[in-house]
């Protein structure tokens, strides 16, 4: 799924000059797919988490290894780890599929204190995010 067909408002269809990819609704976003640089899908963000204290994001929620819900596993990704295609209308997380089984994860119910210092640390090492907001492509 892309954010053109979740696009409930109109917003990016058929309006070269409307607010995207720049600036884009976050409901837009949740249900978009992402694929690694070898295009192979890791899966597709369940939620996106604000920090309301700068008024920035701050992760994504994606869900890897799903089948018909089952086995599911929750992690989050910096944002800043995370591309924008816009050619293709997905995310890229430049991640070995592999590597995914390692990284910082939780299930659907039981989700960790994303407020927690070390929690953070731990998941942007691991990402080893630098920028602030996702690049586009």
């Known amino acids: 799924m892309n954010y053109t067909t979740r696009d409930t408002m109109g917003i990016y269809k058929d309006n070269l000059s409307g607010p995207g990819p720049h600036l884009m609704g976050a409901e837009t976003l949740v249900g978009n797919d992402v694929f690694n640089h070898k295009e192979e899908s890791l899966g597709d963000i369940k939620e996106i988490m604000l920090d309301v204290t700068n008024g920035k994001v701050s992760y ?67 990402y080893a995010a630098r920028k602030p907001g996702p690049r586009v492509s």
Do not use: H, I, Q
């Open 60 to 126: 994504t929620v994606l869900s890897f290894g799903s089948f018909l819900g089952m086995g599911e596993k929750l992690f989050a990704v910096p944002w800043g780890a995370l591309t924008l295609d816009t050619n293709k209308k997905r995310f890229v997380l430049n991640v070995e599929k592999d590597s995914l089984k390692d990284a910082p994860g939780f299930d659907k119910k039981n989700w960790p204190n994303m407020a927690d210092k070390s929690w953070s640390k731990d998941v942007d090492t691991y």
